[in-house]
């Protein structure tokens, strides 16, 4: 059996089988291979072995799904500043919760979440619980539309702190020193004084466009900034012919 042998079957049988049926073909190769490489093979068959490159339209549709999202983002903004003028605190942090929306929407598109695993427990090898359709689909759409791999974009701390706002109140019921609770604030951090800053949640200072959450900082000036480079560069990218 050769290293094309394996892939090839590895590839068939991705399609045709069950993961557990996947998993136990791999245990045979493993075992019965004479192919000493079918070692590194296995062990790696989620990354290297299925590595389908997106097609054109399929990249010319997520182009067009970030390049949307930018837009979104930008309303938000939009949004936000009028907001601001009106000293409408709601609709500062209800824009703002819309502006992270869009953010995380576009940080899933260009870097995935990576696949679940669980470790084999006949060979201790980490497993793909559901193998990513298209694995290497952050890596192209990236690379399409020029985004580096440190970009602010990346990040979707912020967004997690406000989607999961209920946990983020359970763990300072619980470890407050002082349970002094601050939240939805518009201006500097200095404003209110006497505050443990795990005490500080949602706060906004437009002074500086920073969001801060319990003692962490995000600058939204830096990530309207990369959204504004990138929506003209996704939106051009998607209308470019896919055949």
């Known amino acids: 059996m050769t290293s094309r042998d394996i892939e090839d079957l590895a590839r068939f049988e991705l399609n045709s089988a069950p993961l557990r049926q996947l998993t136990e073909i791999f245990h ?26 997106m097609t054109r339209m399929v990249l010319r549709i997520f182009q067009g799904e970030v390049a949307k ?16 003028k009106a000293s409408d605190v709601d609709w500062i942090f209800s824009s703002i919760q819309s502006f992270l929306v869009a953010w995380a929407n576009i940080s899933k598109l260009l870097w995935p979440a990576a696949p679940r695993t669980r470790k084999c427990p006949s060979c201790g090898v980490k497993l793909p619980v559901s193998p990513p359709l298209l694995p290497r689909r952050g890596i ?35 470890s407050s020193r002082r349970h002094n609770f601050a939240d939805t604030n518009v201006g500097p951090l200095t404003m209110i004084s006497g505050l443990d800053p795990d005490d ?44």
């Not at 985004?147 to 983020?168: G, I, M, T, W, Y």
Request: aromatic share 10%.
């Open 140 to 174: 192209e759409l990236r690379a399409s539309l020029n985004v580096p791999s440190n970009s602010p974009l990346k990040s979707r701390a912020l967004r997690n702190h406000f989607e999961h706002f209920d946990e983020r109140i359970e763990k300072w019921a619980v």
């Open 200 to 243: 500080y949640m949602r706060n906004f200072d437009p002074t500086t466009s920073t969001v801060t959450f319990r003692g962490q900082s995000f600058s939204l000036q830096s990530v309207i900034a990369e959204l504004r480079k990138l929506c003209p560069v996704a939106t051009a990218e998607a209308q470019k012919p896919y055949v």
């Open 69 to 84: 999202q930018c837009k979104f983002a930008m309303i938000a903004v939009n949004q936000m500043n009028l907001a601001l």
């Open 28 to 53: 045979a190769i493993f075992r019965l291979s004479t192919f000493r490489q079918g070692n590194s093979i296995y062990r790696s068959f989620a990354t290297e072995i299925i590595r389908c490159p």
